[in-house]
C-alpha cells in the first residue's frame, strides 16, 4: 500500500494535521495507520490483540473488572532525565537545567532514529485533550504512536478520539506528538520538546512519562513555556479540597517531586476523630495543575488530566484506600507482580500476605524467600479519575477551583521542618526556589540523593529556570489575590533513619494548620524561614506521634540552613543572571537571621 493510501481512512480535511502525517508516515514507514476514535470497541479490539502478543495480560476478571498487567523492557522502567530535551532556537532560553542541542540538529539526527521505525508495525493516531474537550483552557495534541500500551494508558489519561479531533479542527491548534518505541535501545532513547513548534517527540521508550506524551511533555513542559507568555501557570502539583466541620470549603495546590507524595496527600482520608467532626476531603488532582487568574483575581486551578499514573509500591488499603479503589475497575498496572494463584497484582507493601506462587516485574519465577522486590519500586496503576471514590464535583469544573493556599514540600531527612509558612508571596516564591528533596526511583539514576528541584519542576520546566521564577514573581501583580504559601516535610527521620511523622491521613493535621492560618485563626511564631506553629498548634489527638517527637520535627537546625545556604547559593549561581534579584534578597535576609 503507497503512504497515499495509509492515510485514506483519516477522517480529517485540516491541510496541517494531513501534511504532519503525510511526513511522519513517510518517516516511520507503518504497515498500517489506525485512527482512534475513542470508541470502547476499539479499545477493547486492542486490548485483545495486545493481550494475544503478551504486551498486556488481563487479570482475574471477578477481582480486577477490566484490568490488566503490562511489563515493560526491563531498562526502560522510569523517565530519562539525562536524555530528555528542550530544543529552543538558543540554548539560553532553555537554561542551565535543561538539555539543549540546536532543533535542526537534533532534527536530523532524531530522523535517523526514526527512519523505518514503525516497518511491519501499525501506527496509531490519537487526537487527545488536556483538559475538557471544550473548555477554553483546553489543550488539544495529536499522538502518532506504534504502541498499544500507549493508546489504552493516553485513554486512562487523558480525554480522546473523535470529539476531541472536532475541537482541534474547530481551534485549529494542537501539539505534534511522535513517539516510536522503536528497538528500545536506552542508548538512542530521546525524549525531545520543540517549544516554539510546539511538537514532541519521544523515541526508544515504552515507560509512562516517556511516552504518554499528554502529561509531562504536554501538560507540564510545553505548557509551561505557553503559560509564561500567556500569563498562567503549569505546575506539577496535585489539587485536593477540603471543607471543615462548620462547611467551609478550601482547596490546596501542592508541589512534591515524583514520588514524594502528591498521589497520597491528594486522596487523603482523614483521621477518625477529624472523620467524626465533619472534616471531608477531595480530590481534583494528583500530579498536574494549570493555574489561571480568576475574574476576580483569586488563583483557579484544573487538572488536565482524565486519571493517575500512580506509584503503586506503598499503596495500600491502610496508605491509601482511595487510590487502591480506584485500581479496582478498569485499571492497567506497570511493572508490578502477578500472583498466579489467583491472576491479580501485587507489590510491596499492599499487604502482608506477598503471593506464594507468583512472577516478578520481569516476568520472573517470584516468592516471598527471593530476598528480591515482586515489583518495581517505580511500577504504576493507570486509573480513571472518576473511579476515585473522593473524587470531587469540581473535577468536572471547567473553571476548576480557587485555591486558599499553595504548599510545596519534598523529602528532606533532617533540614526542613515539618512546616512554615512564607511571609509573603515574593517569599512564598523563594521557599520554593530552594526545595529540595532526595531522588527517588521515578527517575532513572541514584536513589536517595538530595538535590535542589525547585517547585517540583526542575525535570518538567520548559525553559529558563530564571525566567519561571520571574513568572512566579509576576504572577502576584497578574492576580492581586494571590493564596498564602506553605512548605511542608512529612520525611524527617530518626537516629535510625525511620520516619518521625506518621504521615498519611494525619497529614490532616498539618492541613488544619495551614488553614487555620490562611483564615487568620492562629498565631505564629516569626523565625528565621518564616511563619511556624507551636508544638500544641497541631492536633495530635489520638495520632501515633508523642509532643516530644512533634517538637524535634519542628525545630529548625541553623547549621543544617546555614549549609542549605551555601547551597541555595551554588544552585542561583548556576542559574545564573536571570534569578531574580529578589530571590536574591530573601537570601541575604535568610543568612542574616540564622544564629551562627
Ligand atoms: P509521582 O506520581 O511520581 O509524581 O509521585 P507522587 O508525588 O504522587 O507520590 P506518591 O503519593 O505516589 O507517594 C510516593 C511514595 O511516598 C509512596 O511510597 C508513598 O507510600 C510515600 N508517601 C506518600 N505520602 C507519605 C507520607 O505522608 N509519609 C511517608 N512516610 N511516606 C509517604
Ligand atoms: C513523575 O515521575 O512525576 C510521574 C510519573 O508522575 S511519569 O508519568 O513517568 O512522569
Ligand atoms: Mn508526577
Known sequence: MNNKDLLNNIPTTNDEILAWLKQVVELTNPDEVVWITGEEQQLEDLRKEACGTGELIKLNDEKLEGCYLHRSDKNDVARVEGRTFICTETEEEAGPTNNWMDPAKMREKLKTLYKDSMK?????????SMGLVDSPSAKYGIEVTDSIYVVVNMAIMTRIGNEVMKAIEEKGEFTKGLHAKADLNAEERYIVHF????EIMSINSGYGGNVLLGKKCLALR???YLGKAQGWMAEHMLILGVKNPEGRQDYIAAAFPSACGKTNLAMLIPPEGYKKDGWEVTCIGDDIAWIRVGEDGRLWAINPENGFFGVAPGTSEKSN??????????????????NLDDNTVWWEKLDKNPPKNGLDWMGQPWTPESGTNMAHPNSRFTAYAKNCPCISPAFDKPEGVPLSAIVFGGRRAKTAPLVYQSRDWKHGVFVGSIMASETTAAIMGQVGVVRRDPMAMLPFCGYHMGDYWQHWLDMENLAGDVPEIFNVNW???D????FIW???????RVIEWILKRVHGEIEAKDTAIGYMPEAQDINIDDCDISLEALESILKVEDNYWKEDVASIKEFYDKIGDRTPKELREELEKLENSLNL
Open 120 to 128: 511491519g508495525r501499525t501506527m496509531y493516531v490519537i487526537p487527545f
Open 195 to 198: 517549544p516554539q513548534d510546539n
Open 222 to 224: 510545553i505548557a509551561s
Open 321 to 338: 484506600p482511595n487510590a487502591l479503589a480506584s485500581t479496582k475497575k478498569n485499571a492497567i498496572f506497570t511493572n508490578v507482580g502477578l
Open 502 to 508: 506518621p504521615g498519611f491521613g494525619d497529614n490532616l
Open 491 to 493: 520525611f524527617r527521620v
Open 495 to 498: 537516629d535510625n533513619g525511620d
